[in-house]
């Protein structure tokens, strides 16, 4: 058959019906006729539409009695003369026979070879096939993918050709190199594990190191485990001069074990090229497969935990003509499992309870294999965590060309400066040493919880090394000039940009590098900038200066110490205490000198905090020196306390105002904030466990500042705070302390104050820029961005408005509890039947009932759902009972299915005040009093809510009414002095309430017999009434 019409001969138009092509087309026969081609006629050849070859038919050819004869180079048709001569000759030679079935041949695997002779049958791999083997044995190269598959060196590799045309555009991203030297064919070794190759490189490392001083402890473990897996002795470690190999802990130990050791000499890595030749090409391989993948960067770590894994099985060892791994295990690997790396994926959701109809799956990216069970390793889209699981399909012919991509400019694989994803699991040392993965961690596999690098300078005006001494004294670590800190957030506007650096605008930044604790060295000024890594102005920083920079930064440590002496084990908290030490040396907060007579120290302790983002990932480790201020005596050791605590409601009032005028509200976090206040008192405290100092250690710091601990400390904060605002033209609130306003003109900024916690916002941005300069000229700040959590609260904000939730916190609630499996109920309190005492219950744990009962009041913050039937639970702490605990995790349940709701603030509305209150008659079962409740809305945001207890027993219902209302009111009253501070000076508010007889009660204020005993106390409301802070004609709503 043929496609080409100019080619035919006598044609005969006709519908000969269709033929099916490869690619599952077809096309269609239109027609016949006859070809010549020399002295040669094809007779009834059909024309085929988008036929794109001409095709002969072997089987036709044999109908007509025509030979075939295939060779190498051509295949030739034989006259039908020839049958006879030959046949003899082939039936001495033929190896297989494929009987004809219709116009094929078929070979018959089911019965025995007709020939004592091997036979290999091998089908040649389509460019599609092969490109696929390709990428899913990380750009493995074509001549050992060819061998895997001829040799059969492998199990789940299709038997056939591979052959590649053309080049790969990744390999020649991640593997171009210069000419190579010539390879040694030479073995010296006859026996696994006769010669460990050792190095350090790169960020790859098969154990996890806080520093090189931990190598020697490392490989001691290696070695063991590795002679007592497979029974096989060490008889020989090759490494390089490094301190980390060569050191007497290492050498006494391959003495005991009678291990040779064998050194490069300085600065010859081509005689430890074994192990140096394995690092380039796990670094090509993962460079490779990144660039192919198309993932950002940050999964480099995981490219290279992949290749790895893949290498290990696929490399051949030519010696032997075998896998790695089949040398070591003895077995063929399987690879059948192997998919393509970065390929997109779909994870099933198993861990979330989802409802009927909701997506089964999450969508994701394939970024390796499982160390320690059968499954694949995908990062998951919308937990946007790595996770494990067998339940993976994936899409090897589609493209990564839609994951958000990150800046390339962020990321250098050899300097560690990249945060990449965060795993779901944290895998130990012994969970990774399984008997067939063991040989992947001895090549190297890499860690994959990389955090980000310190990235800023002690900014200090002193350097004189006694004082640095007197600062710290212990053989620890030395202290660092790369604490870490928190990183301002990117999604600011940009008129807040330049202000919001914490170097930058820093009081001491000028005299950051001045505290340098290594040796200045002429900086190179040949050496191509993009490559320099840190600060230009230092020197290049060597290998004996930077001993200890082996993954000493690369971690964040995940557990928060109990006690100091744990925290000493672990280099990130001697940091984080070190740097809290460092603050108190910058701020002169004391003075070593010995204990006066008549006095006594105060101890101190260590408190340590790890401090994560709003997704729950760690990102600083935070080490606080706190003072035992319950050794404080009163009137001795302090005066007056008072705390700058902002009230819930007061935070609640201050986001709707803002919504309501379209103002962005930002945070700010004062670094170490308490050490800014001065003490008048004289105080003296112990020094700081294990940071004695070594000349002087039975002195005493006599305390300048004020301290974390100390009972004053607040205050002491807060009036350098407040003189600092009412310095710079800010007034103070009227009832509300922790509130600060400047006004410029019509223009209005805010600042609400938490301790050292701040939020702020303005009706005109560059206040805002303006406010975080000014507070940078005197504090420093550790966090300047867009306010995101706040007091437990996550903040959302919109151009459409605000959202408030705590859907992280219910889910540590949950997690804390223990009730993540429980069944999820639509409502958070029965309504009938109705708790009670119920003193013949059964006790339960008051502690654990008590800390409930704490954590749900917490969560009331931004859940108004829950404000009543937590109110009701706290009733009864005193002598719970389990019939009472099932009320509690009756509310946890109903979290369970309503983890992320919220308070939803919606902008552009009108700011007014409105209040509601209602009450129930005798409501509680035990003393038979009422409950209040109550809540106000301001622009159409509920900002305050309540639910209590009255402390006396009600007549009537238009009693229990009336005192509701005057609870009301009372916080009517106070948002309307927060709201005068603000500039809204309309005070009447309708008060609503489903009671004509508490109404009347209110309006007219008569004293009979019915009201005649009701409190005093509640009588204000009538007062409010006349001096018009409520609306006289009160509304009305009867909702029961």
Not at 344 to 372: E, M, R
Request: proline letters at 4%.
């Amino acid at each position: 058959m043929t496609g080409c019409r100019s080619i035919l001969n006598d044609f005969i138009p006709k519908n000969g019906g269709s033929v099916s092509f490869g690619n599952n087309e077809k096309g269609w026969i239109v027609g016949s006729g006859s070809v010549l081609s020399g002295n040669l006629k094809f007779k009834d050849v059909s024309l085929v539409e988008n036929l794109k070859f001409n095709l002969l038919s072997v089987s036709q050819l044999a109908d007509k009695n025509f030979s075939s004869f295939f060779t190498k180079d051509s295949c030739k048709i034989l006259s039908p003369e020839i049958n006879s001569k030959i046949k003899v000759l082939i039936d001495q030679h033929t190896l297989l026979t494929a009987r004809r079935r219709g116009n094929v041949y078929v070979v018959d695997m089911t019965t025995d070879s007709q020939t004592s002779s091997p036979t290999c049958l091998i089908a040649k791999a389509s460019s599609s096939e092969t490109t696929l083997w390709h990428r899913r044995l990380s750009h493995l190269n074509h001549q050992t993918l060819h061998k895997l598959s001829t040799l059969s060196l492998v199990r789940g590799l299709p038997s056939k050709e591979f052959h590649f045309e053309g080049q790969c555009e990744s390999c020649l991203k991640g593997k171009q190199h210069k000419t190579s030297h010539k390879s040694i064919e030479e073995s010296k070794t006859t026996n696994c594990l006769n010669l460990l190759h050792m190095d350090l490189f790169g960020p790859v490392k098969t154990f996890f190191l806080f520093s090189k001083d931990e190598t020697s402890d490392k490989i001691i473990a290696l070695v063991t485990h590795l002679e007592r897996q497979f029974s096989l002795p060490v008889k020989m470690i090759r490494s390089d001069n490094g301190t980390e190999f060569k050191n007497q802990v290492l050498d006494k130990f391959c003495i005991s074990k009678g291990i040779l050791r064998q050194y490069s000499a300085p600065r010859t890595p081509a005689q430890n090229g074994v192990l140096e030749r394995k690092n380039r090409t796990l670094i090509e391989a993962a460079r490779t497969m990144l660039a192919d993948s198309g993932l950002p960067l940050s999964f480099w770590a995981e490219a290279v935990n992949t290749a790895c894994y893949v290498l290990n099985r696929v490399h051949i060892v030519k010696r032997h003509n075998k896998t790695a791994y089949e040398i070591l295990y003895k077995i063929k690997p399987l690879i059948s499992f192997f998919k393509v790396f970065g390929c997109p994926c779909f994870i099933l959701n198993t861990k979330d309870s989802l409802s009927k109809f909701a997506a089964k799956v999450d969508s994701g990216y394939f970024v390796g294999y499982s160390q320690t069970s059968k499954a694949y390793r995908a990062f998951n889209l919308r937990t946007k965590i790595i996770e494990e699981s067998i339940d993976v399909k994936f899409n090897e012919s589609a493209s990564t060309s839609s994951f958000p991509s990150a800046p390339d400019d962020l990321f250098d694989l050899e300097s560690f400066s990249f945060i990449p994803p965060i795993s779901s699991s944290s895998p130990s040392l012994e969970s990774c040493q399984t008997s067939e993965d063991l040989y992947s961690i001895e090549e190297g596999s890499v860690s994959k919880f990389f955090t980000s690098i310190p990235s800023y300078q002690i900014n200090s005006q002193e350097t004189n090394s006694q004082n640095q001494d007197n600062l710290i004294s212990t053989p620890l670590s030395p202290v660092l000039d790369n604490v870490s800190t928190d990183v301002p957030d990117h999604t600011l506007n940009s008129h807040l940009e330049n202000s919001l650096s914490p170097i930058e605008n820093s009081p001491s930044s000028d005299a950051a590098s001045s505290n340098n604790c290594l040796d200045i060295i002429p900086f190179n000024k040949n050496h191509p900038l993009e490559q320099i890594l840190g600060d230009l102005s230092k020197g290049v920083q060597t290998r004996g200066q930077i001993s200890n920079f082996c993954l000493h930064a690369a971690f964040l440590s995940q557990i928060e110490p109990s006690k100091y002496q744990e925290a000493l084990k672990d280099n990130n908290w001697v940091e984080a205490m070190q740097d809290e030490l460092l603050q108190f040396k910058r701020k002169n907060v004391w003075t070593l000198c010995p204990l006066p007579d008549g006095k006594y120290p105060i101890g101190t302790r260590w408190v340590f905090r790890n401090k994560t983002d709003d997704r729950g990932i760690v990102i600083k480790n935070k080490a606080r020196l706190v003072v035992q201020g319950y050794c404080q005596e009163e009137a001795i050791d302090y005066d007056e306390t008072f705390a700058p605590v902002a009230r819930l409601e007061a935070i609640r009032l201050f986001l709707a105002f803002a919504i309501s005028h379209n103002i962005k509200v930002y945070q700010m976090d004062i670094k170490s904030a308490f050490l800014y206040g001065t003490i008048k008192e004289e105080v003296y405290v112990c020094q700081p466990p294990r940071f004695d100092d070594v000349h002087h250690p039975d002195w005493v710091y006599k305390l300048d500042k004020a301290l974390y601990g100390l009972k004053q400390a607040p205050r002491a904060w807060y009036d350098t705070l407040s003189q600092f605002f009412l310095s710079n033209k800010f007034s103070r609130g009227t009832i509300d302390k922790t509130l600060f306003m400047k006004r410029v003109d019509k223009e209005l900024l805010l600042v609400q104050i938490y301790v050292d916690d701040i939020i702020f916002g303005s009706t005109k941005p560059s206040m805002c820029e303006q406010f975080s300069k000014l507070m940078s000229s005197k504090f420093e700040m550790s966090a300047l961005s867009e306010l995101k959590t706040f007091l437990g609260l996550q903040v959302k904000q919109t151009p459409n408005g605000t959202f408030i939730h705590q859907s992280k916190y219910v889910k540590d609630l949950l997690n804390k509890f223990d009730m993540n499996d429980c069944k999820i109920i639509s409502t958070p309190m029965a309504t009938s039947p109705g708790i009670c005492p119920n003193a013949n219950g059964e006790p339960v744990d008051q502690t654990l009932y008590r800390c409930m009962i704490g954590s749900l009041m917490h969560l009331t913050a931004s859940r108004p759902d829950i404000m009543y039937a937590t109110c009701v639970c706290a009733r009864y702490q005193s002598a719970p009972k389990q019939f009472h605990l099932s009320f509690v995790k009756r509310i946890l349940r109903y979290l369970k299915g309503t983890p992320v709701l919220g308070i939803w603030y919606l902008a552009n509305q009108i700011c007014k005040l409105v209040g509601f209150s209602d009450s129930d008659y005798a409501g509680c079962s035990l003393t038979r009093k009422s409950t209040s409740g109550g809540c106000q809305f301001f622009a159409g945001c509920l900002v305050s809510w309540q639910s209590k207890k009255q402390t006396s027993v009600s007549n009537s219902t238009a009693e229990a009414e009336y005192i509701a209302a005057a609870h009301c009111t009372a916080q009517i009253l106070w948002l309307q002095y927060q709201l005068l501070d603000f500039g809204i000076t309309e005070l009447k508010t309708p008060l609503l309430i489903d009671s004509e007889a508490a109404k009347n009660i209110i309006k007219n204020p008569v004293y009979h017999s019915k009201t005649k005993h009701i409190e005093i106390r509640h009588h204000f409301i009538r007062d409010s009434f006349e001096k018009e802070q409520l609306v006289r004609n009160m509304s009305l709503q009867v909702t029961k």
